[in-house]
């Protein structure tokens, strides 16, 4: 017995139209730079998230290969492998290669991005090129923050936390609390951006049908990491260029002696951590 | 099966009775195990240990519990037809229950750590003060009644004495950079900060020496800014506090520093 073919009514009385091999490739024929060029320039949400999840995967065994040797360190009593000063310096990078170059941008910068407009139905982000513009920002954020181990003085070493004022010029001197600063403050920006994009894309570009209700909880989850960023973000980057600030203009914001009051740097980084450290799980336990 | 679901849900329900039940006994009872934590070695570190234990029981029985019910969903349900079973969504008692339950256990355990919280940082005043200042890299215990004065530098490890069995006041503060000051054996920790005294009151139990260590980082040897607390019997005490200093010139001299921006402030 041969099997019988029915013919498929789409039901819209019109026949679909055939494509050809021919109108495929027209289709994607690309006009603009190719190679390494392309990557470059791409406004692409599947390529930047890409990037984005390369690059924070290469900062986590960066920050990895420094937690081994602070773990190698503390494997004997009164081990000698690192001194003091470099020990010190090891964990501040350590949790703040995890945390902020990490954990964050791997989930809302990459895993996010590649995944927020699949499953809303937009051809893209809201914002393309502030898309760009967020990863870049957090690329030089990266690197400007490794780079701290080569200046005189060595990398920040007071903490990832960077208590007020222990962060301050005459307990924390050198350039390495500086570049820490800065790095934040890059990828401060670019975090805000990436939020205000995933928020507008969420909102603004669902695709017909799809509406709140029907968004997968995964999409929900990097609504909320949105929001939370929103509230986190610059209140953390403001803080931290007013950190910057009494470390080299003289304001004494963070700083008992001349009037200001050291809580205030734990409130406004603690304020700010509270969604932060809700943003940083929240993306991983959805997916 | 949605008589089954109904004993589940008076199962669930029986979770903060089982509690209000349990949670007298749990917070008076010392027969339990200590769940990896102090016991406390003062009247404060035992609220502290009771509190803890009893959080510890409270998650035994709701994990147990949440346990009990995924093991049950995963066996009860598992696929044995192609029938697919009673679907339960939307059910108004159900979700009523799942909503109120959790809130009653968390205003309960709320309560339980208010009401520890209160007792732990209750300052009354007792017949000793200590006036405990940190400073990178080193601590400086002074007595105000008989301007005694104990300080010691990172490994010296200078020693807190107390009297054991009355309540001390404890006056904090630093004098650089924030501080934590922590005995694990009292289950408290506290901020020493510039610019603000933390007041608080510890009463320890027993005699003996008991470690202690600063627990905020605050620069280069802060992994080695010890101290220990010995508590002893009162009138040892009275003795050792009106004892002459041996070391008070180096103290001025320490103050001295502190008053100019040192050391490393």
């Not at chain 1, 703040?96 to 895993?111: E, I, Q």
């Not at chain 1, 950190?243 to 914001?253: A, Q």
């Not at chain 2, 079973?85 to 959790?102: A, D, F, G, K």
Request: hydrophobic content about 45%; proline content about 6%; overall charge neutral.
């Amino acid at each position: 017995m041969t099997d019988v073919i029915i013919p498929v009514d789409t039901g819209l009385g019109v026949t679909p139209p055939v494509i050809t091999e021919d109108q495929v490739s027209h289709a994607h024929e690309e006009h603009g730079p190719s190679g390494i060029l392309k990557w470059l320039t791409s406004t692409d949400h599947k390529v930047i998230g890409m990037s984005y999840m390369i690059t924070s995967i290469v900062v986590f065994y960066i920050a990895g290969l420094m937690a081994l040797v602070l773990r190698l360190q503390l494997a004997s009593p009164s081990g000698s492998l690192v001194s003091f000063q470099q020990y010190n310096e090891l964990f501040t990078m350590h949790g703040s290669l995890m945390l902020y170059l990490f954990a964050g941008p791997f989930a809302f910068g990459g895993l996010a991005n590649y995944v927020v407009p699949l499953q809303v139905g937009a051809p893209d982000m809201a914002f393309p090129r502030l898309n760009a513009l967020s990863y870049w920002l957090y690329l030089t954020g990266s690197i400007t923050m490794m780079m701290g181990f080569m200046v005189a003085g060595g990398a920040a070493s007071f903490g990832w936390v960077a208590y007020a004022p222990l962060s301050s010029a005459t307990n924390s001197p050198g350039a390495g609390g500086d570049v820490f600063i800065m790095s934040l403050v890059l990828t401060g920006f670019s975090a805000i951006f990436t939020g205000v994009n995933l928020v507008a894309t969420i909102f603004y570009l669902r695709a017909p049908g799809m509406t709140m209700f029907r968004m997968p909880i995964f999409t929900w989850n990097m609504l909320v990491t949105g929001i939370l960023i929103l509230i986190a973000f610059p209140v953390l980057t403001s803080a931290l260029i007013m950190l910057f600030c009494d470390r080299h203009f003289g304001t004494h914001i963070f700083s008992v002696q001349g009037g200001g009051s050291p809580i205030l740097w734990q409130t406004c980084s603690g304020s700010s951590a509270i969604p932060r450290c809700t943003s940083w799980p929240c993306p991983f336990s959805a997916s | 099966m949605l008589q089954r679901f109904g004993a589940a849900v008076r199962g669930r329900s029986r979770g903060p009775l089982i509690l209000l039940v349990l949670a007298p006994v749990v917070l008076a009872g010392c027969s339990l195990p200590s769940f990896g934590a102090y016991r406390g070695s003062t009247t404060q570190g035992q609220d502290a240990f009771k509190l803890w234990q009893g959080f510890f029981v409270t998650g035994l029985i709701i994990g147990g519990f949440v346990m009990a019910l995924i093991l049950w969903a995963v066996f009860r349900y598992r696929r044995r037809s192609e029938d697919i079973p009673r679907q339960s969504q939307y059910h108004r008692l159900v979700e009523i229950l799942y909503t109120v339950v959790p809130l009653i256990i968390v205003s309960g355990l709320f309560a339980f750590t208010v009401i520890t919280e209160n007792e732990v940082t209750a300052t009354p005043a007792g017949p000793v003060q200590v006036d405990v200042t940190a400073f990178q890299w080193g601590w400086q215990f002074y007595y105000p009644e008989t301007g005694k004065v104990v300080e010691g530098e990172t490994t010296e490890a200078p020693q807190m004495v107390v009297p054991a069995g009355e309540t001390v006041n404890i006056h904090l503060k630093s004098v650089d950079v924030i501080h934590g000051f922590y005995i694990p054996q009292f289950n408290y920790s506290q901020y020493a900060q510039p610019g603000t005294v933390n007041k608080f009151n510890i009463n320890v139990l027993h005699t003996g020496v008991y470690r202690g260590q600063c627990t905020q980082l605050c620069g280069l040897y802060h992994s080695v800014m010890l101290f220990s607390v010995r508590a002893v019997t009162p009138d040892q005490f009275a003795a050792w506090v009106h004892e002459v200093s041996g070391n008070s010139a180096s103290i001025g001299q320490l103050k001295a520093q502190i008053k100019a921006g040192g050391p490393g402030a």
